[in-house]
């Protein structure tokens, strides 16, 4: 029998990720973490579970693999260099249509949304990306309605974030979704985060 937490959040990790895009959420969601009484998990994660470099050459040893990582409340895709091989990696793009069969919120930050387009996650839905990536969202997948002025789009069980320190916003928001407003103010406060409520 699992010990874990009900309410588990897994960041994706993978060579070529843009460092704050993975990082930053995780910094937000573990901050939330700690003082929760959702006691929720937070962890990150691999393909195989093996280390990663990110796109501006930091290492990440993740905690487990995709096959291991167990059912996930949320799913955290980054962007980066490393998306542009995944957007057209069938096995890649079969595992997320996969994880979005069962896991009830997929979220993405920057370019992982060219990632769920590519998957067919963003057909008919608003969403973004990263501010030089949006005419490449539209080429991904032609019928997402693109908005390109938004820090995140929420569109229910569907979250993207524009590029990199929005995955920041992005994930304070999550912690407002999953607990409370009050709870995502602590954890801005916590980690020093001006934000904005801009969506």
Not at 142 to 166: K, Q
Request: net charge negative.
């Amino acid at each position: 029998m699992s010990t874990h937490s009900t309410l588990r959040v897994g960041i994706l990790v993978f060579d070529g990720v843009e460092e704050l895009d993975a990082v930053g959420p995780w910094e937000v969601l573990a901050s939330w973490a700690r003082d929760s009484p959702l006691h929720p998990d937070v962890l990150t994660f691999s393909a195989d579970g093996g280390g990663v470099r990110c796109a501006k050459g930091l290492s990440i040893v993740p905690d487990t693999s995709a096959a291991d990582v167990g059912p996930l409340t949320v799913l955290v895709h980054p962007g980066g260099r490393g998306t542009r091989s995944l957007v057209v990696h069938e096995a890649h793009l079969a595992w997320v249509r996969a994880m979005r069969a069962r896991t009830p919120l997929m979220t993405s930050v920057c370019t992982g949304a060219l990632v769920y387009a590519a998957a067919g996650l963003l057909a008919g839905r608003p969403a973004t990306t990263h501010h030089s990536q949006l005419d490449a969202l539209v080429t991904a997948d032609p019928s997402v309605l693109v908005d390109a002025e938004a820090r995140f789009v929420d569109d229910g069980d569907v979250i993207t974030s524009a590029g990199v320190c929005a995955g920041i916003d992005m994930a304070l928001h999550l912690v407002a979704r999953l607990e409370s407003a009050d709870a995502a103010r602590r954890v801005a406060r916590d980690i020093e985060h001006a934000g904005t409520s801009r969506h």
